[in-house]
């Protein structure tokens, strides 16, 4: 009997380290990528400066930002690695080698990635930031030191001040309960807290994913090459050639006041030309066949994640299973999360990547964001700190978020399936429909304006003086037969 015992404990003790040691690994390879990706962006010269104590808080605050958006790129894969982990353990159900893959592990991933990104929204974000724009208190020496006593205090002083807010919310809201005494700060305030910042997040995922899947051909579509349809390339290079050559002359030889107005169009001229010398030199099947594809993808993403919705509305309606809740054993192995079995998982996981990359795509062109927008070397710490709690707040939402349209049937684990709001039935079902309305007005308002921008770059009106809403369809298809004939 003893020795069963011994050996049970044993085993739970090799399984604890197992799972320690997968999480450490996979936090230090996103931790690497994330800080390769934030070295890309930084602004040099914030680090190589005369001021070695201006140089190593940076240093401290990037390390912070690298911790945040590595928790940021772990929220993203959750669902992925615990939709794709189950498939596997279908597939190999007595595979000694996937005996590591277990709900223990999936659930520990869950509950790590709940703590750190609460963790960093509410403690070292701040903290980074009142730590570069900190200078000491007055009258105090001088050093590193004295920028963390000033940045703890204001840090202090700024969760008072949310921990107050966060009371007379909940008095307002839910009076008989607001009325607990401070030792239910961790039973009850804080849970609180992260159940508000989640509804934020899922609110901010709202506005800017249907943006962002409207966005996402424009921007695809200018990394690609397009057909050329009835448009003659080399004509439209050689103009541009000239153009370019005229505008550089001008900025070279002559005097004048709009230089500024100059080399601002000198370089669109100049990547248009680029543009176009990619589309000459791009092959047949490039040409006329990648485009198309992509762009089929695309719409085929989008139309299948607003058909899902909607039959999740209607699972709503009907069958209380929908709602989204919270699990404490994720059961691996048992069942496939999709009624299609690994194919439809697989679509599961696809679609979920391409609404995150989508939300990304409408939180950077929204008008509100855009000043947020790093760039290659020219992005200093106050603006990287900005991105990565935003990063974190998007990321993090994305479970509820995919979980609350009905893309996946994984339920919620550990903290994230606990949300004040996610009971209430009138929230969710709004939600649904909000976001398949907008998702369809801006995909019907996105196909038509591209099918006639297209049509009237091919017969050459946009060259007219004329708007786009003023080009009648009889011009558009005389123009088109003059052409060809």
């Excluded at 005369?50 to 930002?65: F, P, Q, R, S, Y």
Aim: charged residues 15%; proline residues 3%; contains cysteine.
């Amino acid at each position: 009997m003893e020795r069963d015992e011994v050996t049970l404990r044993e085993q739970l003790f090799h399984n604890r380290v197992r799972e320690t040691i997968i999480c450490v690994l996979l936090f230090t390879c996103l931790y690497i990528l994330s800080y390769l990706i934030l070295t890309h962006f930084k602004k040099t010269a914030e680090f190589i400066t005369d001021d070695a104590e201006d140089a190593t808080v940076n240093k401290i605050a990037l390390w912070l930002c690298t911790f945040t958006l590595s928790v940021a790129v772990c929220a993203v894969l959750l669902l992925p690695i615990s939709i794709l982990s189950n498939e596997v353990l279908l597939a190999f159900p007595h595979s000694y080698y996937m005996q590591w893959l277990n709900g223990s592990l999936i659930r520990g991933l869950w509950n790590l990635v709940f703590l750190f990104s609460n963790l960093s929204l509410v403690f070292l974000m701040p903290f980074a930031y009142f730590f570069i724009e900190s200078e000491g208190f007055a009258g105090s020496r001088k050093g590193v030191m004295a920028r963390v006593y000033e940045a703890v205090v204001l840090l202090l002083l700024l969760a008072l001040l949310v921990m107050g807010i966060v009371w007379v919310a909940s008095a307002l809201l839910h009076d008989n309960i607001a009325r607990k005494s401070l030792y239910d700060m961790w039973e009850y305030y804080l849970p609180y807290l992260y159940s508000g910042i989640s509804l934020c997040g899922v609110l901010l995922l709202l506005l800017c994913t249907p943006f962002g899947l409207s966005r996402m051909f424009s921007v695809t579509g200018s990394l690609l090459v397009k057909p050329r349809l009835l448009e003659d390339v080399e004509d439209t290079l050689n103009c541009t050639t000239f153009e370019e050559a005229t505008l550089l002359r001008k900025i070279n030889y002559g005097r004048t006041s709009c230089w500024v107005k100059l080399k601002r169009d000198y370089q669109t001229v100049q990547s248009k030309r680029i543009a176009l010398e990619m589309r000459r030199k791009a092959s047949a099947w490039q040409r006329n066949l990648g485009y198309p594809l992509v762009m089929l993808a695309l719409l085929a993403m989008t139309v299948m994640c607003v058909l899902m919705v909607c039959f999740n509305v209607l699972e709503l309606l009907f069958d209380e299973k929908a709602m989204p809740r919270g699990m404490d054993d994720p059961h691996l192995g048992m069942a496939s999360f999709s009624m299609f079995g690994s194919l439809g998982a697989a679509v599961q996981v696809v679609l979920i990547l391409y609404l995150m990359v989508s939300s990304l795509v409408g939180f950077y062109s929204s008008p509100l964001f855009t000043s947020l927008l790093p760039r290659a070397q020219d992005t200093n710490l106050t603006q990287i700190i900005a991105n990565c709690v935003s990063l974190l707040i998007l990321s993090s939402a994305l479970p509820v978020f995919s979980r609350t349209l009905g893309i996946t049937r994984f339920d919620l684990l550990g903290d994230f399936g606990r949300h004040n709001w996610l009971g209430n039935f009138y929230i969710v079902f709004l939600y649904n429909m909000m976001f398949a309305g907008l998702t369809s007005a801006s995909l019907i308002k996105t196909v038509t304006w591209a099918v006639q921008r297209e049509l009237i770059r091919a017969f050459g009106l946009h060259r007219l003086p004329l708007s786009r809403s003023t080009v009648p369809f009889r011009l558009l298809l005389a123009s088109g037969l003059s052409k060809i004939q």
